[in-house]
């Protein structure tokens, strides 16, 4: 019974919400839409030349015609000639571009109204959105990871994506590797970039060479725009990664509820 007089509780709430908007967004809405539009405009001497040659056509144009149509009633009544005041004129246009523009605003607050009646489902879609990227993101990791770790309890190079803007990549061996044969020359016919310590103490650089990749690979949280990949938890839309020992890794994904994972899992060594 609780639970269902806290969901109606919220659910008045938000309605109360949403009826504060329609007016407040409908008074300012305007607003917001300049400031986010105003960047993107681009003026164009051409066309305001155009639309003012246009709108000096029309008022020459309606400006003439009225004062032939105002002589010719007069005479079909008799009357004397007064002619058409020019200011008429100007009014008479003036008010057909107010009543275009009106009609432009009125289009404007309608959309708005139902921007913010969808808003709620729009923003419950971004948000799963959000959610389902940031774990497809830890379970594609966990194979990649998984390559990682044997490659490195083996010995052997591995490569990393080292620059995000050019798209090079790097080659990291292990530091007796020369002893061992297993360099990056010799198995991927590359120069080295820099070294690892050895199976099983080099745990903790191998996962900072792996976040780094995710990296420059463009991984980012959809929350925050951060890299997705990160050795310490702070904030939401991480994927965090932790040794637990010096032959598996957690894998620990969050979403908004930076206490509460949304996907969990551990990876170990398969080798050696």
């Given amino acids: 019974m609780t639970f269902y007089v806290a969901l109606s509780s919220d659910r008045t709430v938000e309605f109360a919400a949403f009826l504060f908007q329609i007016p407040y967004f409908i008074a300012t809405g305007w607003i917001y839409y ?3 539009i105003a960047e993107k405009v681009r003026f164009n001497a051409t066309e305001i030349v155009s639309g003012v040659f246009i709108l000096a ?8 015609f009225l004062r032939w149509f105002s002589a010719e009633f007069r005479h079909l009544r008799n009357e004397p000639p007064t002619g058409w005041p020019l200011r008429w004129t100007i009014v008479s246009v003036a008010v057909f571009v107010l009543i275009f523009v009106t009609g432009i605003a009125t289009t404007a607050s309608i959309h708005q109204l139902i921007w913010i009646a969808k808003a709620p489902k729009r923003l419950e879609s971004v948000k799963g959105c ?7 993101g830890a379970k594609a990791a966990v194979s990649d990871l998984q390559g990682y770790l044997d490659l490195y309890a083996a010995g052997e190079p591995y490569i990393i994506a080292a620059d995000s803007t050019t798209g090079k990549q790097g080659c990291i061996e292990a530091a007796n590797a020369a002893t061992t044969g297993k360099t990056c020359q010799a198995i991927h016919n590359q120069a080295v970039s820099a070294t690892y310590t050895p199976f099983p103490d080099g745990m903790d650089e191998v996962l900072s060479d792996f976040i780094n990749h995710q990296t420059n690979m463009g991984k ?3 929350y925050t725009g951060l890299p997705l990949f990160v050795a310490t938890h702070t904030t939401e839309g991480e994927v965090v990664l932790t040794p637990i020992s010096n032959r598996a890794v957690s894998i620990t994904a969050y979403a908004e509820d930076i206490a509460e994972p949304i996907f969990s899992t551990v990876v170990t060594v398969s080798s050696k």
């Fill in 34 to 36: 300049i400031l986010h």
């Fill in 57 to 64: 056509l029309l008022l020459v144009g309606l400006h003439t």
């Fill in 130 to 136: 959000w959610i389902r990227a940031v774990e497809s």
């Fill in 220 to 222: 980012k949280s959809p």
